[in-house]
């Protein structure tokens, strides 16, 4: 009878956590831009800090929400064409509202 119990109650305490992780990955949801992982696999992932952001995930992050001033900022990425790349990638995925992110080579 008491091992009885004893399943019954961790079964009990197993449904009141899985509700409560249920509520708070509700209410604690983050929307990601999935731009922003997209753009980062194209970028030379060298982590120099050249662009002046805090790595190439840092740099990525910047564009998508317009806080770069060029795709040129990457001088490794540069020198190999990604500019061109990005800059494609980001005509062919506008931002939420529809509008074109305007960053320039
Ligand atoms: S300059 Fe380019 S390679 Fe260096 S951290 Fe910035 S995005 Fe990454």
Known sequence: MEILWSVIILAVLGLIFGFGLAVAAKVFHVDIDTRIEDIAKMLPNANCGACGFPGCAGFA??????????????KPGAKSGKPEEIRKYLDEHPN????????KK
Request: glycine content about 10%.
């Open 61 to 74: 992050e910047a564009i998508v929400e317009g806080k770069a001033e060029s795709l040129s900022q990457c």
């Open 96 to 103: 939420p509202d529809g509008s074109i992110n305007p960053i």
